[in-house]
């Protein structure tokens, strides 16, 4: 099953610009039996059966398609996305090669080889006129269109749902958690989400910037996001956290021991049984933002989060405290806490670590 | 993070400090703590973990599954061997390691989880099967939890077992023991041994030997929460050989490997 990187509706049936179907190609077959025979360019065939569907094609090597792995745009307005059906296959083809695709340098890979051995259509399909001979004719490959074999915007359309259904659809698959920061830096909601925290962050004095002194590697960052639902499933807010990506931290130099003792269940069980017995009264709390507060004894220094790089500036963040993330965060939070708890008197348990009294 | 005191102006001068250094978000009395539910009443502290368990049945599809009396078949031996290997074996991972930390609140599931955890690196479909079996006995009292009475005298008792050569693979005993607080139950272990006894003295000896070492740190623990443990912890065993021996160590060839342990209890 063709795993959607971006999806491209028909123009009729376009009721949302962002339209994600990952749920489509499950939902699609059930509510319209998929009909071999006199299959409408619009109807999409169980995903199943693409195999055969695309066997008419003789994959042609072309030279241009040969280097680059194609490269969808992370946004996908209709119009630019759209190999509409309704155009001429061929012509839609040359419009496709001959536009310059958005490759990234990196994303340029050698294609893989494929088979050069001719395809032909199993004999039980010869009674069937099937979806690909009609939209693309017998030579044209796929390939050569958008260089996925299969693309989802062959199978899926939106025109055999219900008006209510398809506004359903469109209205779940709109709430997309962006992947990374280049997705979500055009809604202003994430970005809103992005500001507080980078404020938050400032506010805590977690970083200042500098210059990167030789001999030092910086780390990454990257953001993550969520939307918190509240218990109806209605949305509470957009949250956005910079989290570092501490696996690129090297042991000996950026961190040392990330050891954090976590409280036994057996001396829970043992505190309760004991305040069950003197009536002592049991309250809750939780710490906001908890690993943030950790103090860093190492050196980290780490990229200024996407968003906030200037170009041509060769500054980067070095870390006062720790951040999401990083190998020490955890150890670096409970050695802040327990030196704040033993400020004020109590003191750490020799039997649990993890126990102030 | 949980705080009691005994005195209700310290834990609010705590909760501000802690509230200047750091933002704290205040949730209360204890109530719902890491998916263990907490409640209180006059004669005591109730611990469950319902929700958890409904959720672990509703994952597993067996919330309408009948109820059973017992975790496991009595007597039932798990071997390695006697049906297909699972597909995936990730589902039986998922499940065994939600029971495991649903035994924070279940001491009487202990045993079947600590079993069907030794076949989480090949699981067959008769593992599988005992684990629905145990989700089963689950859906009688997803309820049940355990009970700390506010009546109950401070100091512990601990009663320890061995099930002697029970692995039949390995030949390796079983350690079983559970350390009271008074009338509260507070900690529990069932536990494969690391090594072969040859007698069920040495077996039941080295159970005694683990509790011994639980209760030791138990009382460590009860020191430093600022009550004291009037004399000795009790500690029970049914087996009269190794409490023979407990009480007058004396070695000869079939116990002198064993002194280790002897001289801890």
């Known amino acids: 099953m063709p795993i959607p990187s971006s999806i491209a509706t028909l123009p009729e049936t376009i009721t949302h610009p962002q339209p994600t179907l990952s749920n489509q190609p499950s939902t699609q077959p059930n509510l319209e039996p998929p009909s071999h025979n006199t299959s409408p360019p619009l109807i999409s065939p169980p995903t ?164 990167l002194p030789p001999g030092q590697q910086p780390i990454d960052c990257k953001w993550v996001f969520k939307i918190k639902y509240k218990a109806d499933g209605s949305i509470e807010r957009y949250k956005a956290r910079l989290v570092a990506k501490g696996f690129t931290q090297r042991e000996g130099i950026d961190y040392k021991d990330t050891f954090d003792p976590v409280a036994k269940i057996t001396t829970v069980r043992c505190l309760l049984a004991v305040a069950a017995v003197r009536h002592w009264p049991l309250h809750q709390m939780d710490v906001q933002n908890a690993f943030l507060h950790g103090e860093l004894s190492e050196e980290v220094y780490m990229l200024p989060p996407p968003g906030y790089r200037r170009q041509g500036e060769n500054t980067v963040c070095r870390l006062h405290k720790s951040l999401y993330g990083l190998k020490q965060a955890s150890r670096s939070w409970f050695r802040r806490f327990s030196y704040a708890i033993q400020e004020i008197g109590f003191q750490q348990s020799r039997a649990d670590y993890s126990l102030f009294t | 993070m949980v705080v009691t005191g005994n005195d209700e102006k310290v834990i609010n001068d705590l909760k501000a400090f802690l509230n200047s250094c750091f933002k704290i978000k205040d949730l209360g009395p204890l109530k719902y703590f890491r998916g263990i539910e907490v409640a209180r009443s006059k004669t005591g502290i109730t611990v469950c973990q319902r929700k958890y368990t409904l959720d672990i049945l509703e994952e597993a599809r067996l919330l309408g599954a009948k109820p059973a009396k017992v975790p496991m078949e009595p007597d039932l031996v798990l071997t390695d061997t006697g049906s297909a290997a699972l597909k995936d074996p990730t589902r039986y991972r998922h499940l065994v390691g939600k029971l495991i930390y649903l035994t924070i609140s279940r001491p009487e599931i202990t045993y079947s989880v600590n079993t069907l955890s030794q076949f989480i690196q090949e699981p067959k479909l008769h593992h599988l099967k005992t684990v629905h079996r145990l989700l089963h006995y689950l859906k009688a009292a997803p309820g049940q939890g355990l009970l700390f009475p506010s009546d109950s005298p401070l100091h512990f008792i601990g009663y320890c077992d061995a099930d002697w050569a029970r692995c039949p693979i390995t030949r390796r005993s079983v350690t079983g023991y559970c350390t009271f607080l008074g009338k509260s139950l507070v900690s529990w272990k069932s536990r494969k041994q690391t090594t072969v006894s040859r007698s069920s003295t040495e077996a039941e000896y080295r159970s005694m030997a683990a509790a011994a070492y639980e209760l030791t740190w138990l009382r460590y623990l009860l020191k430093d929460l600022g009550v004291s443990h009037p004399g000795p912890a009790k500690l029970f065993c049914d087996n009269q050989a190794a409490l023979h021996i407990a009480a007058n160590p004396v070695y000869h060839e079939r116990t002198k490997h064993i002194e280790l342990d002897c001289y801890t209890i």
């Open chain 1, 48 to 211: 199943v059966a693409t195999p055969h569907l695309t066997s008419l094609k003789v994959y042609s090597r072309f030279p241009h398609t040969t280097t680059t792995v194609p490269l969808e745009p992370p946004v996908t307005t209709p119009q630019s996305s759209v190999p509409s059906t309704s155009i001429d296959p061929s012509v839609s083809s040359l419009t496709n090669v001959t536009e310059p695709p958005m490759v990234d340098p990196i994303q340029t890979l050698p294609e893989p080889r494929h088979s050069t051995r001719l395809h032909r259509p199993p004999p039980y399909l010869q009674d069937f006129q099937t979806y690909h001979d009609a939209v693309l004719g017998p030579n044209v490959s796929s390939a050569s269109i958008s260089g996925t074999r299969y693309p989802l915007q062959r199978y899926v359309s939106y025109s055999g749902l219900s008006s209510p259904y398809r506004s359903f659809v469109s209205n779940i698959s709109r709430l997309v958690k962006p992947a990374t920061y280049e997705q979500a830096r055009h809604d202003p909601q994430w970005v809103a989400a992005m500001t507080a925290e980078i404020t938050a962050l400032e506010e805590n004095h977690t970083w200042s910037t500098v210059p």
